[in-house]
């Protein structure tokens, strides 16, 4: 189809960060990780197979072999079991589930909380959290690096958003007296969990006693007695110390660059500023709450346009404390037959979970083979759309949709082909698009003189 197909109208706000959150290249389409232990050989003897290749340090399945399915999982409307002791449950979906997500940077979770529930204190060691609540009130918080140590806390309901930065102590609180829900997701294919306590009083074989009386300032009558309690609660499925290491070894492992402190909350007015990583950012000392918070992913999106549906983004421009830490958040909303019209993100992966309604969704790959992988997604089930392929949603049902999608940027960018190729100021040279869709200029002519709008 060649180049201008895909030419213009790519969003550049904050393409000039000398730190800018994106992920490195799996060098083709995508990667999907192979599992079978007969694929995880030298080398030599890899060579000599044929459904599989070395990508960016790890096995990865021949992409013509590729299945929807690799990029599918089914069942993230199902609430979890939250008769613990700390009243929680998450429903991770990362690479051991979605082996399509390999080398792309992103992952997706579900937090159901018990009344009064807790998602304990807690830290992803490779990713950054940006979380929606779909039902309930939490109160939430991260804790800032020495030497500042600083609570940033929040109470959240229905449709409000908030971010915990990359590697942070952080929390969530049930305080009503109902259920509560939430999806997140995490800028990582695989961002790993530690929970505080359990990893400090419950490691095997134990930290010294001496190590802990000193480091918490108490006497080892009070250590052995947090031991004691942790050990005890080792057995909840939800606390075991499960930093989850699978492709960690990856030579290019999906993690976007740091941000050389705890956050850089992006700032319009430099006289008040740092300039870190190539941005003005917020002293930190200054930032609150409200720089990490976006109100009102609850509320439908006007979906009264010639496509049918409506995107509400969730990025930096809305949330300044997204800056440098590669992840947002998207609502999409679909009338009745719907659609989200082919599409390419420049600059992020995207993970997709169906609150509600029947999607026909695919993306297409790349040159020369442009194969449509498709799926039909119910609620909850869960789609992964690769960086930069052309990729739609339809609404085949006659009731509204909704989706909420996770990205692998804090600004992934959107070109809407149609849009950008009959749509663009100025208009690309007749001459051109009759040769590279092969039509005559006539066709041309009336597809440039549609109205195009984004949705």
Known sequence: MGAPFLIVTIFLTL???????SDPSPLQDFCVAVNDPKRTCSLSILSSLHNFFFVNGKFCQDPKLATADDFFFKGLNIAGNTS???GSNVTQVNVAQIAG?????????????????LNPPH?????????????????????TSNPDNRLI????????????????????????DTNAVVIASLSSQNPGVITIANAVFGSKPPISNDVLAKAFQVDKKGVIELERISKKKMGAQFLVVTVFLALASSLAFASDPSPLQDFCVAIDDPKDALFVNGKFCKNPKLATAD????????????????????????????????????????????????????????????????????????????????????????????????????????????????????LSSQNPGVIT?????????PSISDDVLTKAFQVDKNVIDYLQAQFWVNN
Do not use: C, W
């Open 153 to 176: 806390t929040k109470v959240l309901n229905k449709g409000d958003v908030f971010v915990f930065p990359i590697g942070l102590i952080h929390f969530q609180f049930n305080t009503g």
């Open 84 to 86: 613990n002791k700390v």
């Open 291 to 406: 720089d990490f918070f976006f109100k009102g992913l609850n509320v439908a999106g006007n979906t009264s346009n010639k496509v049918g549906s409506n995107v509400t983004a969730v990025n930096v421009a809305q949330i300044p404390g997204l800056n440098t830490l590669g992840v947002s958040l998207v609502r999409i909303d679909y009338a009745p037959y719907g659609l989200n019209p082919p599409h390419t993100h420049p600059r992020a992966t995207e993970i997709l979970t169906v609150l509600e309604g029947t999607l026909y969704v695919g993306f297409v790959t790349s040159n020369p083979e442009n194969r449509l992988i498709t799926k039909v997604l119910n609620k909850g089930d869960v789609f992964v759309f690769p960086i930069g392929l052309i990729h739609f949603q339809f609404n085949k049902g006659h009731t509204n949709a909704v989706a909420i999608a996770g």
């Open 101 to 117: 997500l390999n080398t792309l940077g992103i992952s997706l979770v579900r937090i159901d909380y018990a009344p009064y529930g």
């Open 15 to 21: 393409a000039s960060s000398l730190a800018f959150a």
């Open 417 to 425: 082909i149609a849009n950008a190729v009959f749509g663009s100021k």
């Open 123 to 143: 830290t992803h060691p490779r990713a950054t959290e940006i979380l929606t609540v779909l039902e309930g009130t939490l109160y939430v918080g991260f804790v």
